[in-house]
C-alpha cells in the first residue's frame, strides 16, 4: 500500500532532523525549508539540502520558501543584526531574543498551502514543548489550537493535521532516538551564529551539545569550543 504524503518543516537542525526519521516510517516525505534572513540562511539550507537527499526526496517535492520581510519586522537577534544575540536566559519571562515573532505560523501557513495543493494529509515539525517559554510558539496548546484553524481555513476536502513528533521528547532523547532511527545527524546545523564551524556557545550550540553529553553519545559536528 503507497504511503501518504508528509510535508516536513526541515530547517536543517537536530529536531527536524529526528522528527523526520519518525516520520519516514509511515508516509512519504515532502520537504519544506524556508528562507527567513536568519544569520546561518546558507548553512541551514545546505543542510535541508543534503537531509533531503539522504532521505531521496524527490525535488518536485522540495519547496524553499522566502520569507525574508521578517527581517524587515526584526524583534530577534537572528533576523534583526542590530539586537545582539542571548548566549544566557532570556528576558524576565523567560523568553530568548533568539525567538523570532510567530514564526511557527508563518512556516505553518505556507505548508497548509503546499499540503492543499500536492495532496499531504500530514504536516510534520520538529517543535519541543521543553524550548518554551523561550520560545512560545512550540507549546502543545498552540499546534492544537493550529490544527483547528487549518481545518477551519482550508477546503472540506482537505484533511491535512499537523503532527510533533519530538514535541514532549527532552533534548538528549531526541539524541537517542535520532541515533535508533540512523538519522543522519552529522548533516544537521543548529548554530544561531556561525556558518563555518559551531560556535559552540550560543543557546542552541549550548542545549545540542548538553543533549548529546547526557545521552552518553558523541555529537559528530566540530565546534570551535
Known amino acids: 500500500m503507497k504511503k ?3 510535508i516536513v518543516l526541515a530547517s536543517g537542525g537536530m529536531d527536524s532532523c529526528v522528527s523526520t526519521a519518525i516520520a519516514a516510517v509511515e508516509y512519504e516525505l515532502a520537504f519544506l525549508h524556508v528562507n527567513y534572513g536568519q544569520l546561518t540562511e546558507q548553512r541551514e539550507l545546505k543542510a535541508f539540502n543534503e537531509i533531503a537527499d539522504y532521505y531521496e526526496v524527490e525535488n518536485n517535492y522540495r519547496l524553499i520558501a522566502d520569507i525574508s520581510y521578517l527581517t524587515k519586522i526584526g524583534g530577534s537577534s537572528l533576523t534583526d543584526r542590530k539586537v545582539e544575540m542571548d548566549m544566557d536566559g532570556g528576558d524576565d519571562n523567560g523568553t530568548q531574543n533568539t525567538y523570532v515573532p510567530f514564526r511557527n505560523t508563518h512556516f505553518l501557513t505556507i505548508a497548509v498551502s503546499w499540503a492543499e495543493v500536492i495532496g499531504a494529509k500530514a504536516i510534520v515539525i520538529g517543535a519541543v514543548a521543553q524550548d518554551q517559554p523561550g520560545y512560545p510558539d512550540c507549546k502543545p496548546e498552540y499546534f492544537n489550537i493550529f490544527n483547528k484553524l ?14 510533533t513528533p519530538v514535541i514532549e521528547f527532552t533534548k538528549n532523547e ?6 535508533e532511527l540512523n538519522a543522519p545527524l552529522n548533516l544537521t546545523w543548529s548554530c544561531y551564529k ?21 545521552a552518553g553519545i558523541k555529537d559528530p559536528i566540530q565546534y570551535k569550543s
Not at 154 to 162: A, D, E, G, L, Q
Not at 194 to 214: E, I, M, P, T, Y
Open 174 to 179: 531526541i539524541v537517542k532516538k535520532g541515533t
Open 150 to 163: 487549518a481545518e477551519a481555513g482550508t477546503k472540506v476536502s482537505t484533511k491535512v493535521k499537523i503532527i
Open 194 to 214: 556561525d556558518s563555518d564551524v559551531a560556535c559552540g556557545k550560543c543557546n542552541s550550540c549550548v542545549l545540542r551539545l548538553n543533549a548529546f553529553q547526557k
Open 4 to 6: 501518504e504524503l508528509a
